[in-house]
């Protein structure tokens, strides 16, 4: 009886395994995040410090992060997408 006991145990451990290298990763199970940091330093944003691009308003901790960020905006945007950042809407004017 016992060696039959062994292979249900074996099977949900291997399944177990099996979901936790398969499964869902943790990236698909996090929500959306406001921009909170700099795309080009890290810092902290200063909300007065902005550029409208593309329909987005990307905010930034200083002026000079603003002229680096208008070098090369994909670059930042396409960083901000892989971490979950989602920008504010630009306002429309009319």
Do not use: H, W
Not at 5 to 34: N, R
Not at 57 to 62: D, I, N, Q, T
């Amino acid at each position: 009886m016992k060696k039959y006991l062994f292979i249900p145990v074996f099977l949900a451990g291997f399944m177990m395994i099996l979901g936790s290298v398969f499964g869902p990763s943790v990236e698909a199970d996090q929500k959306a995040k406001d921009q909170t940091l700099c795309p080009v330093m890290g810092a902290p944003i200063d909300k007065s410090v902005f550029v409208d691009y593309e329909g987005t308003r990307v905010f930034f901790c200083c002026p000079g992060c603003k002229s680096e960020f208008l070098k090369e905006p994909e670059k930042y945007l396409n960083k901000m997408k892989s971490d979950g950042i989602v920008l504010e809407a630009a306002p429309t004017s009319g």
